[in-house]
């Protein structure tokens, strides 16, 4: 099992390898309850091949939300890289920390 993360980023990087393993499970666990899609599929879930924080507000041990931005490679059909820029929402309750939403932004 994978260990309850401490951090927003620590949730951002742990949910990063989640949609490498194509773990729905995981996914849907850390997603926020008010935010979570009632269904997720990742059949054409893309080949994710590394992830970039770019910034950090908050998100620490003792924060209540926080807000990481990052970057995602990915393959794409044709064999190029593609990248997922964005930044999300995160916020913790009764010690867990959750992810809210987030912002897709041009490259």
Request: charge should be negative; aromatic fraction near 10%; charged fraction near 35%.
């Amino acid at each position: 099992m994978t260990p309850e993360p401490r951090t927003a980023s620590e949730l951002m990087r742990s949910r990063f390898e989640a949609f490498r393993r194509a773990d729905v499970e995981w996914l849907r666990r850390t997603w926020h309850p008010s935010t979570r899609p009632t269904s997720l599929s990742l059949e054409d879930n893309p080949r994710w091949r590394g992830l970039q924080i770019v910034d950090v507000v908050a998100g620490g041990e003792d924060d209540r939300d926080g807000i990481v931005e990052f970057r995602a490679t990915y393959r794409l059909p044709d064999g190029g890289i593609g990248v997922l820029h964005e930044r999300s929402g995160f916020v913790r309750e009764d010690g867990r920390w959750f992810y809210l939403d987030g912002d897709l932004l041009p490259e």
